[in-house]
């Protein structure tokens, strides 16, 4: 495809996307369908119609009469050899018309070009003009601005049509055989001149002449070899206008390349550009260059080198020590580069989408790594995309660049672990660290005199207090982070824009900004914001920045689209300006004031009287007799249960609680008092039998075994064992078997863990807690004498005293 194509297609391609997206009918792909004519069912909708690769040989009038909005029209590789006059009388607003590669003969008998005016861009390449003779139809063409054409021959007066039109670009597509007349090209009036060779066609001489003497700018494509040719013409002296020269798509060797750089440089051309290029027959031995030019820039981009044995040294050193002011190798696999041999003129260098490492610009020497003390001059420096790993070995390489102010490192794998100083140049201002690895740590490897710095897409967290004072940072880049909160300002008090697109902000603390005084532009959206209390100051922050004469002064960008709820799900996705945070639900005391005052009062006098009777006390063990008398009630004991039965109650306490159970206990619950037989180990236990079997006997002949709980119990190896068989009775007498008396306040973490089953038991049952005040002692004892109270055979005549 020409080159005038490529342009063609790249900008409607990317309008008619755009066009497709609004109005889906505007966007028209009838490509490679076999067509024969112009199809019959295009709507009015119509913008853009690609009707390439078919078979069409005629366009009559009216094929067009449905689209009257018809912009671009691709009617390339199909086999066209006659268009009716008025075949574009239906489309005044046609922008864009490709007819490349079809069988048109005539380039003076266009005629339906005069119902084109507003055409821009036109592209007649690879068709079957012999001569370049434009015919009158293209005075019409006022508004032309991309022309592409090509023919065998061209002579004077080819271009006197279009002598009057100012272009962009005009593109040659040259023939086989080609034949140029001297002088024919300075008839046409373009910005660019993009001349397009065909495979191994020579450089016309009088045709360059022509070029570089009357267009400011010469592309020159596809070339494969004649590079001596345009060597000598600029050895010649000839008078040249052009200031840009661009050599695209091409096939050299070193020393072609070389040559030509060199002969450039002693020219008046000022930009000279290398793209997509193949390299062959590189050096092994160093390249001399020009001492001195007029050459601003030289720029290489994607260049395939096909030698594998040369010297990369002496490569670099050719690029690196060029006589102009900028140097710029993009997307070239380079993987070091040398130090100029003298102070250099060089202004700018990019090396973006390289693969430089660490070692750029430096030498080593013996045992030491020398770094370049050449490059004083340089000011900006472009090294994204590249192999860097250590932020703080690059602040070396660039230490002795005392002129240097812009920098860009964006794109690398630079992390800084903050184990060493860093030591950049301090005349750098700007510096772009965006899209590496960088941590909290960076702030302490930066220029101190840093006016700008692009952070974003890092791994930063938050910016640490003991980082160096920035008093100059005026813009910093942070979006593409990981902060949780807003920054403060006191390690740069001169910022004036702060940038946190897409970090983790939640609940934004906007009291942060009061150490920002001078900050102007905050953009804090598309952050995972949380909607409750602790927003409502961001949000008015965010509702203050609306208004022009806000005391804030802050301009919040991206409010209020770009700022939405994530949490709660019932505000997911509603910006923050939408959603409602009542100050009341926010401020404890005005919700209390307004609405649970009386409330409030009202629970404050019922606890009060509550302290002061103890009702829950009460509450609880009446709650708790009551359950016990109702259990008696409807308990239904079989005779042949109680066999055997012949206490109410054993009781198993420590020995360090034995006062109370001799003075409190046995009191209460025998005799008149109570009326129940409790077996006590002092009176009960056998003499001649063992404890275990004493324990034993005396939990099997009683109904209940009532536990006094304290800290010496759970200390009490014999209480252990008692509770132990308490526990297999309880398996067989029901859950109600034992009773559990807490003689004083028992933390489950006190218990041991051989306790388990009393942890178990205290959790899912009810156990009478022993009152410290007296008041109360009556319905303690009821409470516990109704828990024991059952009805048992009558005592046997004969006890054992212990």
Partial sequence: MQPLAVVLWVGAMFMGLQLGASFPDSFVDRSSKNLSSVPQD?????????????????????D????????????SWNSLEEIDTETFL????????????NRLRNLSGQQYLLYTQNLQVLNLTSNQFLAMTLGSEFISLVNLERFAIGAKNICMGDFKSIAAVK???????????????????????????QISFTKYQIIDHDLLADAVSVFPEVELMNLLDGYQDMIRLFKEGEEIHTSHLYLTNLSITWDDLTDTVNEVLATSIAHLSFCDVTLSKLPYKGTAVAKTSQMKSFTARRVVVTSFLFSQEDVYNFFINLPVESVALLEVSIIHMTCPQSHSPLLHLDFSYCALSDSIFSRVEGQETVDCETLVNIRRLNLLGNNLMSLQVISKRLKHMSSLREVDLSINSLVYDGLKECSWPPSITNMTLSSNGLTDSVFKCLPNGTETLDLQNNQILVIPSSIMKLSNLSSL???????????????????????????????PSVNQLESCPKLKTLDVSSNPFICTCALRNFINLGIKSEQKNS????????????????????????????????????????????ILFPSVALIITILTLCHCLDVPWYIGMIWQWTRAKHRARTRQVRPEDLVGIEFHAF????????????????????????????????????????????????????????????????????????????SHQRLVQGSGSIVLVLLEPLPQYLIPSKYYQLKSMMERHTYLEWPQDRAKHRLFWANLRAALQADLPNAPVTELEG
Avoid at 90 to 101: F, G, N, R, V
Avoid at 490 to 497: D, E, H, Q
Avoid at 577 to 587: A, G, H, R, V
Wanted: charged fraction near 20%; glycine fraction near 4%.
């Fill in 551 to 594: 005391h804030s002064g802050i301009e919040l960008l991206g409010w209020p689209l770009d700022y939405y709820c994530t949490y709660p799900e019932v505000m997911r996705n509603s910006t923050l300006k939408e959603i409602l945070i009542p100050e009341i639900s926010c401020n404890a005391g005005l919700l209390a004031a307004t």
């Fill in 651 to 726: 009781v198993s306490y420590s020995q360090q609680d034995a006062d109370w159970v001799h003075n409190f206990l046995l009191p209460n619950l025998e005799g008149p008092a109570g009326g129940l037989r409790i077996c006590h180990h002092e009176r009960n236990f056998v003499p001649g039998k063992t404890i275990i079997e004493n324990i034993v006997t005396c939990v099997e002949k009683c109904q209940r075994s009532v536990f006094v709980l304290s800290g010496h119990f759970v200390k009490s190896e014999w209480c252990h064992y008692e509770l132990y068989f308490a």
């Fill in 477 to 507: 880049n942070l979006n593409f982070n990981r902060l949780r909160d807003l920054p403060p300002c006191n390690g740069f008090p001169s910022i004036n824009t702060l940038l946190l697109r897409l970090n983790s902000l939640h609940t």
């Fill in 90 to 101: 239906d489309t005044p607003l046609l922008k864009e018309l490709d007819l490349s590669h």
């Fill in 167 to 193: 272009l962009h670009m005009l593109t040659l597509s040259l023939e086989d055989e080609l034949k140029y007349e001297a002088g024919s090209l300075r008839q046409a009036h373009a910005k660019r001149l």
């Fill in 64 to 75: 067009f009469k449905h689209t009257p909005f018809l912009r671009f029209l691709n009617i």
């Fill in 42 to 62: 295009l709507t009015q909708t119509v913008e853009f119609l690609d009707l390439s690769c078919n078979h069409i040989q005629h366009l009559h009038h009216g």
